[in-house]
Each structure stands twice: as C-alpha cells, then as structure tokens.
C-alpha cells in the first residue's frame, strides 16, 4: 500500500444505469480530497456482473464525469501503472488472490445449495438467532467433500471469520466496531468463479494503492469484510487505507432518496437545463459545509475547502428547491458568450430555430433580457419562442384574458400610439405606452400591460414586455396586437 501522504482515492461505480444523485455526491468528494490534497482519484469500475452493467452505461458514467468535469488521474481512457481499470478485465487477478486463501487456510470451499441455506436461516430466525452463515462446510473431511462432488455439487469459495472484532477508525464517524459473531464467513467467488464485489474491491484496493477510502454509509457493513480480505494478503493494519462513511441523502419526506423524491439520473438534470457547477456545487452541501453559512461556491473554491473532517455523520436531505436557486444563481453569473453556448442546444433540440447566424444574433439580444428570469436552461425554449415561431397563436389558455373587461381598450390605445413611434426602442416604446395607459387611462401596471403581453409573446410568461417587442421588431408587434383585437 502506498504511504498516505501521497493520497489515492477511488470512485468505483457499477453502473447498470446512469449514474445518480448518490453516485455523483461519492464521486464529487473523491475527486475534491484529491484535488485538495494534490493527491490522485482513480475512476475503476466494477462491472463483473455484465448481464446487468453493459458498455453503454460503462460509457455514460465516463460522459457524465467527464460533463461534471471531475477528471480522472487513472481509469478508463487515461490508464495508469495499476490498470486495468475494469474489473472484467482482472479476473484472473481475483482467482489468483481466490486460491491463495484456499491454500493459505483462510478460505475454504462450501457445497451448500441455495436451499439448504434459506432452510437453515429461517430455522435462525425462528430461534432468534442472528441469521447468516453457520460454518457448515468449515471443516470438511476428504471424504465429506469426495460425496459432494460426486454428488455434482459446485463450491463457492468462503472466507473464514476470525472469533473477535474489526475495530476501525472512520475518519467521519470515529471509532466503529463490529462483532464477528453478526459477521459470518462470506462468499468470495460463485461456484463459476466470479469474484463477489468483497473480494474484488479488497483485492483491487491493496493493488491500486489505495490510500482512503470514501464511500456512501450503506457500505459501512461491508468493512470488516474488506479488512479480513486484507488480513488473508498479508497488509500490515497500519497500511490498511482509511475509511471515510458518507452520510445517507435523503428525500423531504425523510425518505430514502427514490425517484419520487429527487433520486433521479444525472442525466435527467443534465436534460432539464442544470449547469454541472451547480450540480456540483449543491452536492457538495449534501453532507459538507464550506462554513460561514456559505451556499454558493465554485469549484476552485470547493478544492480549497474540502475536507473529510467537515463531512457531518448524519443524513443530508435532498431539497429540490435549493438546487433551482444555485442553478439559477448559477446562470445569472455566465457571461454573455457562456450563456450563449449553453443556450443553444436547448433552442435547437426544441427546434425553436436551425442555427441560421440571423437566429443566433437575434439569440444574443435576447438572451440578456431573460437571464435574470429562468431557473433552467430549459425554460429558454419557451421564453424565446414567439420570436422565432413562423404561425404565431396566443395560447389557447390566455385568450379569455384579451376579452376581460377594458383589454380590448388597451389593446387599441397601444396600436395607435405604438404606430406613431419613429424609434423602435424599448425605452421609446415604454415611455408611449406607460403615458397612454397609465396616466391618461389610470390603469394600474399589471392590467395595464398584461393583454398587451399575451397579444405581443402570447402568454402572461414572458421577457420583459418592452425589450421583447423592440427584439420583435415594429412590423411583427403591431400585426400581433392587431390581430388580438377582435373588433
């Protein structure tokens, strides 16, 4: 193992879909401890079960770090002195490691079925018994084991747990003990020989020089396991790597996050028009705190903060909410050109234009007018249709609203003043409308200018009214109102 002042951590993903809000907070941390301490993260993945991690969501985890930007320093189109990178790729390494125990006496073979085992743990939880394993084939004569093979019996192969306790220091937690009593002897390798994830990640572990370890709670049982793998290759404790817990997220219903409550697919952010910097930066908050109340951060700054010893032990919770507004912060502080690139995607994909260079520069006026307005980039469609749309319609929804009392009124005022106007700019153009609405007409702002802004955009949801209709040009604003007057 290596020395710890060289850090080495790792993100090991099995991906047998896109990657989740939890895959990504585990990655996110990794990668800021090793960019904090000018160590290295190694992106390994495990994808020994192949019926359910294919290459397809292999490839997309990579596309989604890669999006994120949390760059690998060993892995997958990188490599690296300890590759390769895929667990498929090391079997022959497990099996090496699988019979060394078996010759060593810290391993042995187990012939017992699939049934046999459920029948004895019912019978445990019947007597009130700690249910797992019972040590049936720990010591199985030649003879025993002549039968069971005679018998057409596979051999999974066990490692034997020691009488005692792991004791450990989580880094996160502090001191962690576990009774071997409730830790039974485990599988390390099916009858067919492939490795279980214990002894993959264990093996894998020493041999990549792995350093820390940080990883989501739900492993934490999972550790002495990992221990007793290192005890059976030989590792010294005090070059066992350190172990890191991470709290549990949770829903708003103090749930398990599921898809009801926000565990869905990075992907599905990456869609719905958030930036990966705010992504990030509301991730990092799930757990660890930058201190001084601090929500908005970039990622220079979370390399510069980051810490395991600010990682708090209790559950974070998953707030939809709080996500939106760093998005959105997150938007309003991209340049103009930055928020271009981001943009148009989101228009093209809607089809809201074909890229023509007339569309883009009429994309970069606008875009400032409803930078400040939009919580996503996948609100820009809808917000910048109605200067584009070849059939303009007012939104079936908003049409009673042209029709409520004193609509029609404003809309023929502002036809005639609007008509008068020789400069075709926003201020221009608020200044009539403002004077011919509001003070000869006396009408409050929001009546005054609402039927105007569903004539003009067509729905009550729009940029700003007067940068919208000096972006629409004179010609296209006054057909619209025109054609909203119904007499």
């Not at 301490?37 to 990579?62: C, H, M, P, S, W």
């Not at 192969?157 to 989580?170: A, C, K, L, N």
Request: glycine share 6%; net charge negative.
């Amino acid at each position: 193992m290596a020395d710890k002042s060289q850090v080495r951590v790792r993100f090991a993903p099995s991906p047998t879909g896109d990657l989740h809000v939890g895959n990504i907070r585990t990655a996110l941390f990794d990668w800021a401890y090793a960019r904090h301490t000018n160590g290295k993260l190694i992106f390994r993945i495990e994808d020994t079960d192949r019926e359910r991690v294919t290459d397809e969501y292999i490839q997309a985890a990579i596309d989604t770090l890669k999006w994120l930007g949390l760059n690998w320093d060993e892995g997958p189109e990188v490599g690296g002195e300890y590759g390769p990178y895929l667990q498929s790729q090391r079997l022959d390494i497990y099996a090496e490691w699988a019979q060394k125990f078996l010759d060593n006496g810290d391993a042995y073979h187990c012939y017992c079925s699939g049934e046999e085992l459920e029948e004895r743990r019912q019978l445990q939880m019947k007597n009130n018994q700690a249910p797992g394993y019972d040590g049936k084939c720990r010591d199985l004569s030649n003879t025993q084991i002549d039968e069971f093979k005679a018998a057409g019996r596979k051999a999974v192969i066990r490692m034997r747990m020691p009488q005692g306790e792991t004791v450990f220091t989580d880094a996160i937690r502090g001191e962690v003990k576990f009774e071997h009593l409730y830790v039974p002897d485990f599988v390390l390798a099916r009858a067919d020989g492939s490795p279980l994830y214990t002894l993959a990640v264990a093996v894998d572990d020493v041999l990549m020089k792995i350093t820390h370890v940080l990883r989501g709670e739900d492993l934490l049982s999972s550790t002495p396991r990992q221990i007793r793998v290192y005890q059976a290759m030989g590792v010294p404790e005090s070059e066992y790597p350190i172990f890191a817990h991470l709290p549990f997220v949770m829903g708003q219903d103090n749930a398990k996050l599921s898809k009801r409550n926000g565990e869905v697919s990075i992907a599905w952010y990456r869609e719905h028009g958030f930036l990966p910097e705010a992504i990030c930066n509301y991730l990092a908050l799930l757990g660890w705190s930058p201190g001084d109340d601090k929500e908005n951060i970039t990622m220079k700054e979370l390399v510069e903060l980051f810490t395991v010893e600010r990682v708090n032990s209790s559950p974070a919770r998953f707030d939809m909410k709080k996500l939106e507004a760093i998005n959105g912060d997150k938007i309003r502080a991209l340049t103009q050109s930055e928020f271009l690139q981001w943009a148009l995607p989101f228009l093209t994909q809607a089809k809201v234009i074909s890229g023509t260079t007339e569309e883009i520069d009429l994309v970069k006026a606008a875009l400032p007018i409803i930078q400040e307005r939009i919580v996503t980039l996948s609100e820009i469609p809808a917000m910048l249709n109605f200067l584009f749309v070849k059939q303009f319609a007012v939104d079936a929804q908003e049409q009673p609203k042209l029709l409520e009392v004193g609509a029609q009124e404003v809309l023929k005022v502002a036809l005639a003043r609007c008509s008068e106007l020789t400069n075709w700019d926003h201020l221009s153009i608020e200044e009539v409308l403002r004077k011919a609405l509001i003070v000869e007409l006396g009408l409050k702002p929001r009546i005054a200018f609402s039927a105007l802004r569903i004539a003009v955009t067509g729905s009550h949801i729009s940029p700003p009214l007067f940068e919208s209709m000096q972006l629409l040009g004179k010609e296209r604003s006054l057909a619209r109102i025109s054609s909203a007057i119904t007499s």
